[in-house]
């Protein structure tokens, strides 16, 4: 399934530990689920990590300098016997790892049947859909384990055109979207949503793509799964539902892509359906080129702010770093750059916290409240 309702998030969050699959390519963009999932999940208690590259090391600790007490292992069964030596019982194998295309290798199918034959659950969020890879069904069927496939889309008939219910919303809406794909719009998104509720705001994330599903996110699409004459009515039936059932503060809505990347362009739906009210930019000062493809200069800060802009008719109001290929020392360093080239306020969300990027945001409230 791409849509997931109140009710069947809340059937789906159930007593779940999960050991991620990430072999390759954690501490990579391709590992951005992994990352997300090491980070927050309300979904799943998760066990460890799989990454023969930083087998034996903290899975936090590689990706924030922060230990989160998750173990990376080397491999499927290495997780299983830490776990049982922890006496817990693994449930899942979540699949970590976005590949360009969202296709999974030989060798990582391989590791999928030998999770099946340890009974272990599949969750995956990629565009090869296990449960349609007779191999995968049949030793699922032997094993009594689950194939959940979270980007497989719904029937059309499920499907929601744009009606523009979404103009009766009203809350404040807050749309992140990014310079570039794999860039941390929805690390960012979280920390705003989690930011406010510190502030005693009731704020709901908006999520567009599988890991944000995976996360636990209770209003979710997935977009790039969804046929493309109802991406824009989808977008609008998640944000709709999340006011009339929650009744929230503020409304984040996770960005996808960028709108100038070659290969994934995106953020053009949620900024003309999902009407936000303002717009935070997420950007990786030290990236040069699009995510996976070298020759393709990233598009200057300047230019991508002013495309939203122009698209949107409303403000950028703050920029948030990723602090990827930066010393701590450059993090800040690169912040006030930001501030006193384009006069906007510059925070990186994972290094500093919440706290500035919530105050910035406080007065573009609509309840003055909390």
Known sequence: MSLFSQEENKNNMKDTKAIVYCEGAFNTTNGKTAHGLVRFTERYDVLSVIDSNYEGLDAG???????????????IGESLQLAEKAQQIATHLVIGI?????RLSPEARKDVMKAIRNGLNIDAGLHDYLSEDPHIVKAALKFNVTIRDIRKPPPVSELHFFTGEIEKVDC????????????????????????????????????????????G???????????NDFV????????????NHEAPDVIVIE??????????????EILAAGRPDIVIMQHAPAR?????????????????????????????????????????????????????????????????GPEKITKILLPYLKSSKP
């Open 172 to 215: 404040l809406k807050i749309a992140v979207l990014g310079t570039d794909s794999a860039v941390g719009k929805r690390t960012t998104a979280w920390r705003i949503v989690m930011g406010f509720r510190n502030a005693g705001y009731k704020a709901e994330l908006i999520g567009t793509g599988q890991t944000a599903w995976l996360q």
């Open 61 to 75: 600790q590689v990706l924030d300098r922060k230990p989160s007490g998750i173990p990376i292992t080397g491999s």
């Open 232 to 243: 824009s009515g989808e977008i609008e039936h998640a944000v709709v539902s999340c006011w």
């Open 288 to 352: 040069l080129e699009y995510d996976g493809f070298p020759g393709y200069k990233l598009h200057p800060l300047d230019h991508q702010i002013r495309a939203i802009e122009l698209i949107l008719g409303k403000k950028v109001v703050a920029v948030t770093v990723n602090h990827e290929n930066m010393a701590e020392f450059e993090i800040d360093a690169a912040c006030e750059k930001i501030e006193t080239t384009y006069g906007l306020p510059a925070t990186d969300v994972l290094f500093h």
């Open 98 to 102: 976005a590949p360009d295309g969202g």
């Open 255 to 268: 960005g996808q892509g960028s709108l100038m990347n070659p290969a994934y362009p995106g953020g053009f």
């Open 217 to 227: 996110a209770k209003y979710s699409i997935i977009m790039d799964s969804i046929v």
